[in-house]
């Protein structure tokens, strides 16, 4: 079955609303050009950066910082319950804090917001939420709103405009003299559209794709997914969408650090989801695939490209083309979503009703 499946639940729907979104938030950002100039002035000045969510949105913070990294520009991720109740006194006036939330209403990002906003010498406060009419965005200095629509189940749609949005951020804040907004949004919108046509093509066959999933990963006990630098965030979300939507355990890891221990790990109960978008890594990622999969494991590999680079028929690879490595995440996340629905549905789970958890998370 290829396009939208008849009668598609909220979830799968949002799922496949997400070439939209993306393209949604890089229209948004053109209209926000003041607020880019702004963000760049004041990082100028800056010693460094924080950036800061809970969830998907501190997820979609370490790919943010890993970039910025590679632009000269120290960034510091950390979750906002450890920054607000922990790490708030290193705050400075010199350290602007973007603090992403897609909701902009959830406890602990609320709490460190009005902190900052009543400090004395505090720093710059950035917020990046689904439209501006929250706590955090009218506490903000500098707001941008990512425009992603509405959202009700677990978060795809904004997680892919966060993305959009912070690929936009990173180039302003470590943008030379020269910068242009003009041009930064130019260069973001040609970036997203790359982006989104990638996810178009990976949703062709939404039902296929799902079940081609579902037999990789079948009843196996042990599901990890890995990922280095931006695919770090990739990884950090699939498994997060993996125990929202279907129940699932999943567990997250630096891909390097899944041989100091985990390894023990491999064997035919093992499911990996090896996400392999980093050029400088591809190699050792490859041969790690390689090695799981002697050792009997089932493995998937999300790379760059078209995915046939040499494994042959070793592994199950998904290529997911040649993308901005901040936008890489948002579309290789997407086969861990479609495997997240399809589980749902094979366990008669509504994936986009949480019977715990909620939405927005009101309290600590």
Known sequence: MSGRPAGADRFLAEILDQPAAMRAAAEGLGRQRAQLDELHLRSRRAAGLVLTGMGSSFDACLAAASVLARLGV???????????????????????????????SSAEIVRL?????EATGRPPLVSLTNDTANPLAQLADIAFDMTAGAEQGPSTK?????????????????????FDAAELCEAAAADTERAALEAQRLLTDTIGLAERLRAW????????????????????????????????????????????????????ELAAAIISTEPATDALDRALARELRRYGAAVLTIAAGDG?????????TIGIGRLHPMLAPAVAVIPL????????????????????????????
Not at 229 to 246: D, S
Not at 308 to 316: C, I, R, S, V
Not at 355 to 364: G, P, Q, Y
């Open 337 to 364: 979503q479609l495997l997240a629905w399809q589980l749902a549905k094979d366990s008669g789970r509504d994936p986009a009703r949480m019977l715990r958890a909620s939405k927005v998370t009101t309290r600590e």
């Open 158 to 178: 904004t997680f892919a405009a966060t993305l959009v949005m912070l690929r936009a951020l990173v180039d302003a804040v470590a943008g030379g003299e020269r």
């Open 217 to 268: 990963c079948r009843d196996r006990p042990y599901l990890v997914t890995l990922g280095r630098g931006t695919a770090r965030c990739a990884a950090e979300m699939g498994a997060l969408i993996l125990k929202e939507a279907a129940a699932r355990h999943a567990e997250p890891l630096d891909t390097a650090e899944f041989r100091h221990g985990p390894l023990e790990l491999s064997g035919p």
């Open 308 to 316: 046939a680079a040499g494994d042959g028929a070793a592994t199950d």
């Open 74 to 104: 120290m960034a510091t991720p950390v979750s906002t319950a450890e920054l607000l109740h922990f790490r708030v006194k290193a705050l400075t006036a010199a350290t602007p804090v973007v603090a992403v939330s897609q909701s902009g």
């Open 113 to 117: 917001a009005r902190h900052i906003s």
